[in-house]
């Protein structure tokens, strides 16, 4: 199989300073919210500080939850409804609102311990592929 499948797809972070991390959308834990993110790409906005633990920013996406989660791994990727935001992890926390996860990041999570609240993030697909 490629690495191309309709399961998984690869997009890009990228910081205003030309930062790049790499992702990963999955299909199989969220088909309705993926499905919507992908559709809605290229996304993109100021990031915020979750903690210590995760940078996220705010979309226009309007999905409900699916297979709710309170509990994050570093490297997880997911969708809070309230706010449409997409939350990306660079380490191990359990947040008060349930989630939904949509992903992976696959290459260069330490980067996001980097990023300052109020940088501009582009979310994008990897055309490189």
């Known amino acids: 199989m490629s690495?191309?499948?309709v399961s998984k797809v690869k997009i890009l972070l990228e910081t205003n300073n030309n930062q790049i991390i790499n992702c990963e959308l999955k299909r199989h834990l969220s088909p309705k919210t993926v499905g919507q993110i992908m559709r809605a790409l290229p996304l993109g906005g100021h990031a915020h500080l979750l903690g210590n633990s995760a940078v996220y920013f705010e979309t226009s996406i309007d999905s409900g939850i699916e297979r709710k989660k309170n509990e994050f791994k570093k490297g997880d990727i997911a969708f809070l409804p309230i706010g449409g935001l997409i939350c990306f992890f660079y380490s191990d926390v359990k947040v008060g609102k349930a989630m939904t996860s949509i992903g992976k990041i696959t290459e260069n999570i330490d980067t996001l311990s980097t990023v300052e609240s109020g940088t501009?993030?582009?979310?994008?697909?990897d055309v490189g592929e």
């Open 3 to 5: 690495e191309k499948t």
């Open 120 to 125: 501009d993030l582009k979310f994008y697909y």
